[in-house]
């Protein structure tokens, strides 16, 4: 498997060529970059091919791979919304997504399919991001870029069995799962899932909790929350899982960039071997 780390794991207004150098140094093999809001380095929903270009040839220059795609956008524009513009502005979001990731030659994206709460019901959350999601599957199936569901705090898709059968409904190769090992311990545990989840898990994201917190709070740096990572480990390794295990994890306050040393130890430890 291989080590990642997110862009949201570095100081915010950090170079994309700096960024790129630290985690060459840090001994990571890829980087997963976000469609940022306007403003934020690197890409954004007004990135052109030739600037997606450029940065793709950036990270090759140090070495780095680029093989995933998230954003923070479609928290404002859910695929669930009551409001037929907001669905489509996040439509567009993904389709962005999927554009850009095809240019760097990236084979999945991230997609936060909805989130359910009290002017969205749920079963309201699932057909609506579903009818989207249908759509979007035939752009994802164009560009030969696959679309990644992740399991979040968003009170929706909260069983294995129930994830299995939202991605199987569509009948596409080009939609799965974004599996979030961290996010599953306040409902589960990540081990059963990747078990029954299996080939549709396309990529995985890796962060730690304390369950006893019960809130936000609980997320903690990596080998110090409740994840059991030996099974996590081995139940990756029996499902033949062998790309990007990327770590997105909040930053030290003091010294932020020894986040991303100290990351790359943790996940030297996750993924079988010794700390360097």
Same mark, same amino acid.
């Given at each position: 498997?291989?080590?990642?780390?997110?862009?949201?794991?570095?100081?915010?207004?950090?170079?994309?060529?700096?960024?790129?150098?630290?985690?060459?140094?840090?001994?990571?093999?890829?980087?997963?970059?976000?469609?940022?809001?306007?403003?934020?380095?690197?890409?954004? =929903?007004?990135?052109?091919? =030739?600037?997606?270009?450029?940065?793709?040839? =950036?990270?090759?220059?140090?070495?780095?791979?680029?093989?995933?795609?998230?954003?923070?956008?479609?928290?404002?524009?859910?695929?669930?919304?009551?409001?037929?513009?907001?669905? @489509?502005?996040?439509?567009?979001?993904?389709?962005?997504?999927?554009?850009?990731?095809?240019?760097?030659?990236?084979?999945?994206?991230?997609?936060?399919?909805?989130?359910?709460?009290?002017?969205?019901?749920?079963? @309201?959350?699932?057909?609506?991001?579903?009818?989207?999601?249908?759509?979007?599957?035939?752009?994802? @199936?164009?560009?030969?870029?696959?679309?990644?569901? @992740?399991?979040?705090?968003?009170?929706?898709?909260?069983?294995?069995?129930? =994830?299995?059968?939202?991605?199987?409904?569509?009948?596409?190769?080009?939609?799965?799962?974004?599996?979030?090992?961290?996010?599953?311990?306040?409902?589960?545990?990540?081990?059963?899932?990747?078990?029954?989840?299996?080939?549709?898990?396309?990529?995985?994201?890796?962060?730690?909790?304390?369950?006893?917190?019960?809130?936000?709070?609980?997320?903690?740096?990596?080998?110090?929350?409740?994840?059991?990572?030996?099974?996590?480990?081995?139940?990756?390794?029996?499902?033949?899982?062998?790309?990007?295990?990327?770590?997105?994890?909040?930053?030290?306050?003091?010294?932020?960039?020894?986040?991303?040393?100290?990351?790359?130890?943790?996940?030297?430890?996750?993924?079988?071997?010794?700390?360097?």
């Amino acid at each position: 498997m291989l080590k990642g780390i997110n862009q949201w794991c570095f100081p915010e207004g950090l170079p994309l060529q700096q960024l790129f150098k630290i985690s060459r140094e840090a001994g990571y093999d890829a980087v997963e970059l976000n469609v940022n809001p306007l403003g934020g380095v690197g890409l954004t =929903m007004k990135t052109t091919p =030739m600037e997606a270009e450029e940065i793709g040839r =950036m990270a090759k220059e140090y070495g780095i791979q680029l093989r995933s795609l998230s954003t923070s956008l479609l928290w404002q524009t859910p695929l669930s919304s009551a409001e037929v513009s907001v669905r @489509e502005q996040g439509r567009h979001v993904v389709e962005k997504q999927l554009e850009l990731a095809e240019l760097l030659g990236i084979d999945t994206v991230l997609v936060v399919p909805g989130a359910v709460n009290e002017e969205t019901s749920y079963d @309201e959350c699932y057909d609506r991001s579903r009818a989207e999601l249908a759509l979007l599957v035939k752009e994802a @199936e164009k560009r030969r870029v696959r679309i990644g569901i @992740e399991n979040v705090w968003n009170k929706f898709l909260l069983s294995p069995l129930e =994830m299995r059968a939202y991605v199987d409904d569509l009948q596409s190769a080009y939609l799965g799962v974004y599996f979030d090992v961290g996010n599953i311990l306040h409902n589960g545990y990540p081990q059963q899932w990747i078990k029954i989840l299996g080939s549709r898990i396309f990529k995985v994201h890796v962060k730690d909790y304390r369950p006893g917190v019960g809130t936000g709070h609980g997320f903690v740096p990596l080998l110090s929350g409740g994840v059991n990572w030996t099974a996590v480990r081995s139940t990756l390794e029996g499902i033949g899982y062998t790309d990007t295990v990327t770590a997105e994890v909040g930053l030290y306050a003091e010294s932020p960039l020894q986040t991303v040393y100290d990351t790359s130890r943790h996940l030297d430890i996750i993924l079988g071997g010794a700390a360097r």
